[in-house]
């Protein structure tokens, strides 16, 4: 198994409240992705990096922010969040990019109230 | 953007049956990727699919890259009750970036002792 984790697992916040998604990787690959999972909606990009400080948006990055600091960690950040972000999202890492396969970490079930 | 139609969206099989699953897309794809996704965690890559017309074997799992580069399909021989779960297709089209991968709705494999 590719070395991704992803923290907290499971979160119930408030509505407007931030919130920021973690994801760490031991496999020094330098693309990273978010996807959120919805029913009838499948997977679903939403930022993605292609090295430190390096971001752009994906299909769904309307509320959305994410940072890269340091190869290992990309961060998903809730500005505000609301209840259509209810959602389980899922990290993903890749080494090559545009013709490499991606892993996906465990997810993180996020509840907004 | 691209779109991936996956079918069936769901089975229900007897143990020891073949399954067959395909993705058709609207767009040609350089890559072809089959993942499954067990309940409460991430999709797990179970075949990468490289080149039109290539056929790649998984154990009891075969999956094949179109001619036309537009499809794709997994086939399960002598299922198993362990074979349960969401199976994903997901591809990224010619020309394509480091920009993530357009996903299949996925296909509910449940299978009946």
């Known amino acids: 198994d590719a070395g991704i984790t992803q923290s907290p697992r499971h979160k119930v916040t408030e509505t407007g409240t931030p919130v920021t998604l973690r994801c760490h990787q031991t496999e020094n690959h330098r693309y990273m992705y978010w996807y959120r999972q919805d029913p009838g909606h499948g997977l679903r990009l939403i930022h993605y990096?292609?090295?430190?400080?390096?971001?752009d948006k994906g299909e769904v990055s309307d509320g959305y922010s994410v940072s890269r600091s340091k190869t290992e960690d990309f961060l998903l950040t809730l500005e505000s969040a609301t209840s259509s972000q209810t959602s389980v999202y899922f990290c993903?890492?890749?080494?090559?990019?545009?013709?490499?396969?991606?892993?996906f970490g465990p997810g993180t079930r996020l509840t907004v109230l | 953007g691209q779109q991936l139609n996956q079918s069936p969206q769901s089975m229900f099989i007897q143990e020891g049956e073949d399954v067959s699953m395909n993705c058709t897309s609207s767009?040609?794809?350089?890559?072809w990727l089959w993942y499954k996704q067990d309940p409460g965690e991430g999709p797990v890559l179970l075949i990468a699919l490289y080149k039109a017309g290539e056929l790649t074997s998984n154990g009891r799992l075969t999956a094949q890259f179109g001619i036309t580069r537009k499809d794709s399909f997994l086939n399960i021989s002598a299922s198993i009750p362990s074979d349960v779960g969401i199976y994903f297709c997901a591809g990224r089209a010619r020309g394509g970036g480091a920009d993530g991968l357009t996903f299949g709705k996925g296909t509910h494999l449940i299978i009946q002792p």
């Open positions: 990096s292609y090295g430190v400080k390096d971001t």
């Open positions: 993903a890492i890749s080494d090559r990019g545009g013709t490499d396969t991606q892993y």
């Open positions: 767009s040609i794809f350089n890559t």
